[in-house]
C-alpha cells in the first residue's frame, strides 16, 4: 500500500491531482481532455518568483519528450506551507486560479498540469530537469479584467463577555458571602450566646427552692410567741413516678394526707412553658423523723428537702394578735400577715444541671448557681407572755358563763402606750388554725365595734373641764328625765331634782347631767373632743383590719342626737380606742398612740426600735388630775357603778358603761358591758378596759370583777407599790 503522501488528490469534481505517478505522467505525456494540478513535489519544484529551481539555475530541461512550460502549480514550490493550504481549501481556490491564468484551448476540455516523477539523485546529486508545457497558453481576452485574487480574510471569532468583569463580580460576590457569615458568627458568639447557650440547658436543668427562715416573733421579754424550726419537705417528681396509687397509699399513714389527694399531686401535668412538671408539693413542715421514714421507703420520683415549720409554743397565747401562716410560710391572719414581707425573707434557689433516669444527679462541671436565701427579720413586741397568759385566763373564766358572747381586754402602759396584753374570747390555737372558727380568730379589741355606753361620759366632762364649761366643784340640779328631740333620757339613779356634784353624776353614771353638761358645751366642740381622744379613726397599733369606728358628723345631728352622742350612743368604737383614751387621761393629758411592735432584729442581730409613736395634748395636766379624781368615786361611793372595781391597797379611777353591739352599722340583741379604770389613780401606771358582749344580757357581773382581777394581778406583776397619801378623797353627791 503506498504511503499517504503518494495517494492521488481528487478535486471536488473528482479529478485526480497532484500525484506524480499518474500513468500519463510516467510516459512523459501529459493527458488530454484531463484537468490537473502539480503534486506536492512539483509544488516544491517553484520558487517564489514562479520560476522552477532549474531555471532559476539555467538549467536545461529533460529530454525524452515534448518540452512544456511549468506553471507554479505543476512545479515544486519553496513555499512548503502552499500545498498544505491548498489541502485545507480543498483544491477549489486552486482550480479556479487554474481555470483563469491556464485557460484551455479552443477545442479542449482542459490542460491536464502534470509534473513527471522525480527521478533519483544521481551521485553528484543533479536533480531531473522540469518538464515543460507542450501547449501554449491562451491569450487573455481583451474585454475582461485582469482577475484579481480575492483578499481571503481569516473569520472574525465569536465575541465573548469580559473575563475581568465576572472576575470582578464573582470576587465581590464571594466576599460579601464571607462577610455575612463572619457578622453572623459575630451575633451567634457575642450577642445570642445567651439565648443558645441556656436554650438547652433549660431542658436538663433542675431547680430546687431554698427557702428563707422566717423571722421570729418575741414578746417583751424575748420569750418566742412564734418561730420557725427545722423540717422537711415531701415533694414528688410526677414523670418519675411509677405507680401513683401505689406511692400514694404508702406515703398516706405517714404524711396523714388522703390517697385520693396524694394521687391528684402526683399526676403528670403540663407546666406554663410546655415542659412537664417536675416538681410537686407533697407536704409541708414534715418533723424530721417521719421524712427519714419516707426516705426509708425509697420510692421512686419521692423525694425529701429542708423546710421549715411555723411553731407557736403557746398554743393559743396572744393567738389572736399573732395570726398563722400557710404551709408555704405565708402569713394570712395577725401580725404574721401584717409584718409578712418583713419576717418573710427572699427565698433562694439552686439550679443545676442534672442527668436523667438513674443518673438524676447533679453532673460535675455542668451549669450550677445558687442564689442564697436572706433570712427574715424578727421582732419583738410590747406583749409581756405572762400578763398576756394571765389575762386571757382571766376573760375566758369570766366568759365562760355568757355563752355566745364575745369579751375583750386591753392593758396599756400608760407612759409609752405600749400594749402589754390584749386578749380576745373566743380564741383558738394558732398552732392549728384549720380546726379553728373564723370567728375565734378575730381580735375583738380591734374589730369589736360597740355603742361604748357610758365609758364614753368621761369623754364629756374632759372637754367641759377644758373649755371651762364647768369645774371639778360644779353641781347642778338633776332631773329624773330629760327630752332631747322626740327622745325621753333617764337616769338610774333618781336625784328628784336635787342638786348633784360632777363626782356624784359619774359615779351613778347620771344621763341627765351628762346631757346637761354637753348642751352647755355644744355638739362642734364635742365632736372635737372626741377626734382628740382618737375616736373615728384607727388607732395604728399595728394590726390589720382595724375597725375605724365612726362619729356621727354635725350635720347628721337630729333632736335626740344630743342627748344620745354625750353619753356614748349613736358613737362607733373600738374597745382599743375607748382604752386610749382613758390613757390620755391617766397620762396627764396626753394622748398616746397604743402599739404593740416594741423593736425589730434584723438578720445580722441588729435592733431597731419601732417608730416613736404620735402623741397629741388633748388635756391639761390640771384638768386630766381633777378628772382622775373625780373618776375615783365610780369605786368609792356608795352604791357607785364600780365598786366591784375596787382594788385593796390601790387607788383605782375608772368608768363603767352599758351599750350596744353594731354589726354592719345594725344593732344585735343584748348589750355590751364594759368597764375602763386606771391604777393607782394618784399617778397611773396602767389602763384596763374590758368589754363583754352577752347577748342575754348581765354582762356588768362580768366585766367589772374581771377588770379587778387583771388589774390586781398586773400591779402585782410589776410589783407597784400600794397608793400612799391616804385612800381616795370623800365625795359628796348632793351637796346641801
Not at 407536704?283 to 417521719?290: F, L, N, S, Y
Not at 386591753?410 to 370567728?439: C, F, H, M, R
Request: hydrophobic share 35%; net charge positive; proline share 10%.
Amino acid at each position: 500500500m503506498p504511503s499517504r503522501s503518494d495517494e492521488p488528490r481528487r478535486d471536488p469534481k473528482g479529478s485526480r491531482r497532484g500525484s506524480s505517478r499518474d500513468t500519463g505522467a510516467m510516459d512523459g505525456e501529459p493527458r488530454s481532455g484531463e484537468p490537473g494540478m502539480g503534486g506536492i513535489s512539483g509544488a516544491r519544484a517553484y520558487t517564489p518568483r514562479g520560476r522552477t529551481i532549474r531555471e532559476e539555475r539555467g538549467t536545461p530541461p529533460r529530454s525524452g519528450g515534448a518540452e512544456q512550460r511549468r506553471t507554479p502549480r505543476s512545479t515544486r514550490s519553496g513555499d512548503p506551507f502552499r500545498p498544505a493550504l491548498q489541502v485545507l481549501d480543498g483544491g477549489r481556490a486552486a482550480a479556479a486560479r487554474s481555470g483563469r491564468r491556464d485557460a484551455p484551448a479552443a477545442g479542449r476540455g482542459g490542460v491536464v498540469r502534470t509534473v513527471a516523477p522525480r527521478s533519483p539523485r544521481g551521485p553528484a546529486g543533479d536533480e531531473p530537469p522540469p518538464r515543460r508545457r507542450t501547449t501554449p497558453r491562451a491569450p487573455r481576452r481583451a474585454d475582461r479584467p485582469a482577475a484579481r485574487r480575492p483578499s481571503r480574510k481569516p473569520p472574525r471569532p465569536p465575541k465573548l463577555a469580559d473575563p475581568r468583569l465576572r472576575l470582578r463580580l464573582g470576587t465581590a460576590l464571594t466576599l460579601a458571602l464571607f462577610a455575612a457569615i463572619g457578622i453572623r458568627l459575630i451575633f451567634l458568639q457575642a450577642v445570642d450566646t445567651p439565648a443558645y447557650a441556656g436554650g438547652g440547658v433549660a431542658d436538663r436543668t433542675r431547680t430546687v427552692e431554698l427557702p428563707a427562715p422566717r423571722g421570729a416573733i418575741y414578746d417583751r421579754t424575748g420569750e418566742p410567741l412564734a418561730h420557725s424550726v427545722e423540717a422537711r419537705y415531701v415533694f414528688a417528681d410526677p414523670t418519675e413516678v411509677e405507680d401513683q396509687a401505689a406511692t400514694a397509699k404508702a406515703l398516706s399513714p405517714l404524711l396523714g394526707i388522703p390517697v385520693s389527694k396524694l394521687t391528684e399531686l402526683m399526676k403528670p401535668r403540663k407546666l406554663e412553658n410546655g415542659n412537664p412538671s417536675r416538681f410537686e408539693y407533697l407536704a409541708r413542715g414534715v418533723e424530721i423523723p417521719t421524712a427519714k421514714q419516707v426516705l426509708a421507703l425509697e420510692l421512686p420520683g419521692i423525694g425529701v428537702h429542708r423546710d421549715e415549720r411555723r411553731e407557736v409554743p403557746g398554743g393559743d397565747l396572744a393567738a389572736n394578735l399573732i395570726g398563722f401562716t400557710s404551709q408555704d410560710m405565708v402569713g394570712l391572719e395577725g401580725l404574721e400577715a401584717r409584718f409578712d414581707e418583713q419576717l418573710a425573707g427572699q427565698d433562694g434557689k439552686r439550679v443545676y444541671e442534672a442527668g436523667l433516669g438513674d443518673l438524676a444527679a447533679p453532673i460535675p462541671g455542668g451549669y450550677s448557681k445558687t442564689t442564697p436565701a436572706k433570712p427574715g427579720s424578727s421582732m419583738t413586741l410590747t406583749i409581756e407572755g405572762d400578763l398576756q397568759f394571765r389575762t386571757q385566763q382571766i376573760l375566758s373564766a369570766a366568759m365562760a358563763r355568757q355563752r355566745g358572747g364575745t369579751g375583750a381586754a386591753v392593758i396599756i402602759d400608760i407612759p409609752t402606750g405600749e400594749v402589754l396584753a390584749q386578749a380576745s374570747d373566743p380564741t383558738y390555737n394558732a398552732a392549728k388554725p384549720a380546726d379553728s372558727d373564723p370567728v375565734a380568730r378575730e381580735d375583738a379589741a380591734t374589730s369589736f365595734v360597740v355603742d361604748p355606753g357610758s365609758v364614753h361620759k368621761a369623754i364629756t366632762f374632759g372637754a367641759a373641764l377644758q373649755e371651762g364649761v364647768i369645774t371639778p366643784d360644779t353641781t347642778l340640779p338633776i332631773a329624773n328625765s330629760i327630752k332631747m328631740g322626740d327622745t325621753w333620757f333617764s337616769d338610774t339613779h333618781y336625784a328628784n331634782g336635787r342638786r348633784m356634784s360632777v363626782p356624784g353624776m359619774l359615779a351613778y353614771s347620771s344621763n341627765v347631767g351628762t346631757i346637761t353638761i354637753a348642751d352647755r358645751l355644744g355638739r362642734d366642740r364635742l365632736i372635737d373632743y372626741q377626734k382628740r381622744f382618737g375616736l373615728g379613726q384607727p388607732t395604728g397599733e399595728g394590726l390589720p383590719g382595724e375597725a375605724s369606728g365612726r362619729l356621727l358628723p354635725a350635720d347628721e345631728w337630729s333632736g335626740s342626737s344630743a342627748g344620745s352622742v354625750p353619753i356614748g350612743h349613736s358613737v362607733d368604737a373600738t374597745p382599743l380606742q375607748m382604752a386610749a383614751a382613758y390613757a390620755a387621761i391617766a397620762n396627764d393629758g396626753t394622748y398616746v398612740q397604743p402599739h404593740l411592735v416594741k423593736e425589730t432584729i434584723g438578720p445580722d442581730g441588729k435592733r431597731t426600735p419601732a417608730p416613736p409613736p404620735v402623741t397629741r395634748s388633748v388635756l391639761s395636766p390640771q384638768n386630766a388630775a381633777a378628772l382622775r379624781t373625780m373618776l375615783e368615786a365610780v369605786t368609792t361611793v356608795d352604791n357607785a357603778t364600780g365598786l366591784a372595781a375596787a382594788v385593796p391597797g390601790y387607788r383605782v379611777a375608772g368608768k363603767t358603761g352599758t351599750g350596744w353591739r353594731l354589726v354592719d352599722g345594725k344593732k344585735q340583741p343584748g348589750e355590751v358591758s364594759s368597764f375602763i379604770g386606771m391604777a393607782p389613780a394618784e399617778k397611773p401606771r396602767y389602763v384596763i378596759a374590758v368589754f363583754v358582749y352577752a347577748p342575754g344580757g348581765g354582762g356588768a357581773a362580768v366585766a367589772v370583777p374581771a377588770f379587778r382581777d387583771m388589774m390586781q394581778f398586773t400591779l402585782r406583776h410589776y410589783r407597784v407599790p400600794p397608793s400612799t397619801g391616804g385612800s381616795a378623797p370623800k365625795f359628796v353627791v348632793y351637796p346641801r
